[in-house]
Structures are given as structure tokens and as C-alpha cells.
């Protein structure tokens, strides 16, 4: 096709980009093989295994499973409450979408240190409440991870025509449950399935907000034990990039456009019927 580029340039480009990202990981796992008493081995991973070490290393694994608790909530939050939101905005209120698309940039252009100031006064309230726990900064995550999840999810909305499958619908007598069940969810799977991504790499990530509101996650658990020893550190971030990369494999493989078969079977039939 004219303009679209040939096999060779196509696969020397994904090369490069392909470097770009490994060359660091191949970096990262250098170090962590290296040994203190000079030379390679694996004994910073098999050190962090070990079960003899999980009193030093018990600020990480209670990060890491806070860290995998807020993700799965904050994918409550944005696939629970954001996304019936954004849909219902798009086929009952349309003309809130552009303010509704700017309150989404605003976690943006604000800075986090910022947001911390302004979410410092609500988490005091909230600590004599519900308590303090990791678990609360769900709530502060769901307002980071909002232009970015609106996005994913508007993009396939405007795509799929979402206004008139719904009225489709609606016509045959289906409730709003059964239009954004079965009618706007399989066509906005891909933006779904991206918001998911988004909302994992970014809790997973995230810093700033946990280490100013004194919660223990994973990125803060990493600069405690960094300070002690810096090849478990390493490791850790390796082993997080590697799961973040698989993850991200498996939305590609999984968030497609399904087959259509029906071509294949009227063109069956249509030459079953010219044979006869």
C-alpha cells in the first residue's frame, strides 16, 4: 500500500523501541546478580526468598500486598462508579461532556504535591471515621487515575456509536442496567481493558501521595529497604516491570475485536447457492 512503510523498516523500528526498553532491564538484572565480594551469582534473589530474611524484608511484602489491594480497588472505583458515570453522561447528558472532560484534566494539571495539600484535611476527617488504613488511599488514587481511565473509555465510546445502539435498545424495551451491561460494555471492552492497565501501572507507581500521607505501598517500602540494601530494591522493581510488561501482553492478546464469522458463512452460502 502506498505510504505504509515496508517489512524491514517496520521490524527495524520495533527493534529499536524494543531496546529501548530492554536495555535498562538487562541493567537492572546485572546489578542485582552482582555479588559483594566481586564476581555474579544469585544470591540477592535467592536472599530475597529466603525465609530467614522476612523480618527485614517485611516492610516490602506489606507494601507490595497494599500496593495489589489499592489496584484492586481503585479498579472497583473506576470500573464501578466511573465508568456508569461516563457512560450515563454520554447518553442521558451530553452536554456535560466537555465539563466533565475538564474536571478529568484537572488531577493533571495539578501537581501532586498540591492534591496532597488539599486531600491532607480530608484524610484527617476520614482517619477518625473509617481509620487509617492503606486501603484509604483508594480514594486519592481513583482521582489520579481519572483523565486517564476517562480516556480509554471515551475514545471507544464515540467509536462504537454508543448513542444509537442505546436508543436501539431502549426501543425494544430494555433498561438502562441491560444497555450498559450488554450494549455499551462488549463494545467499549478494549478502552476497559486499557483503563484497567492504566489504573494498575499507576497505583503500582505512585509515590508522592503515599509517602506525604504516610502510607506504607510499594514504591515507599522500596526507598525504606534501598537505604539498606539496594540490590533487593533493584530486584523488586525488576520483578514489578516484568509483571507490569506481562500484564500489558495479556490485555494486547485478550482486548481485540472479536472474529466475525458471519462474512465466512454468507460466503458459504452465497457459493453454495451459485454451485446449485
Known sequence: ??????????????????????????????????????GYGPGHWLALFDPNN????????????????????TLVIVLGVFFPTVVLVHLRFPRLERALDLLTVLPIAIPAIVLVVGFAPIYRALGSVVGSGAWTLSLAYGV?????????INSD???????????????????????????????????????????????????????????????TALLQISKSDPFEAVAVSLLSLVGA???????????GAPRRRTRRGSRSNTSQESSS
Open 1 to 38: 500500500m502506498p505510504g505504509r512503510p515496508s517489512r524491514g523498516v517496520a521490524y527495524a523500528v520495533v527493534g529499536v523501541i524494543g531496546l529501548v526498553f530492554l536495555i535498562p532491564l538487562f541493567a537492572m538484572l546485572e546489578f542485582t546478580l552482582r555479588q559483594t565480594t566481586g
Open 54 to 73: 522476612a523480618r527485614a524484608y517485611r516492610p516490602l511484602f506489606q507494601g507490595l500486598g497494599n500496593s495489589f489491594l489499592l489496584a484492586a480497588l
Open 245 to 255: 510488561f506481562l500484564v500489558l501482553l495479556l490485555v494486547s492478546s485478550t482486548g
Open 157 to 219: 465510546l464515540q467509536g462504537m456509536d454508543a448513542r444509537t445502539r442505546a436508543e436501539a435498545a431502549r426501543s425494544l424495551g430494555a433498561g438502562w442496567g441491560t444497555v450498559l451491561v450488554r450494549i455499551v460494555t462488549p463494545g467499549v471492552r478494549r478502552g476497559l481493558l486499557g483503563a484497567s492497565l492504566l489504573t494498575i501501572a499507576i497505583v503500582l507507581g505512585e509515590f508522592t501521595v503515599s509517602s506525604l500521607l504516610n502510607r506504607v505501598t510499594l514504591q
Open 144 to 152: 489520579l487515575v481519572l483523565p486517564f481511565a476517562y480516556r480509554a
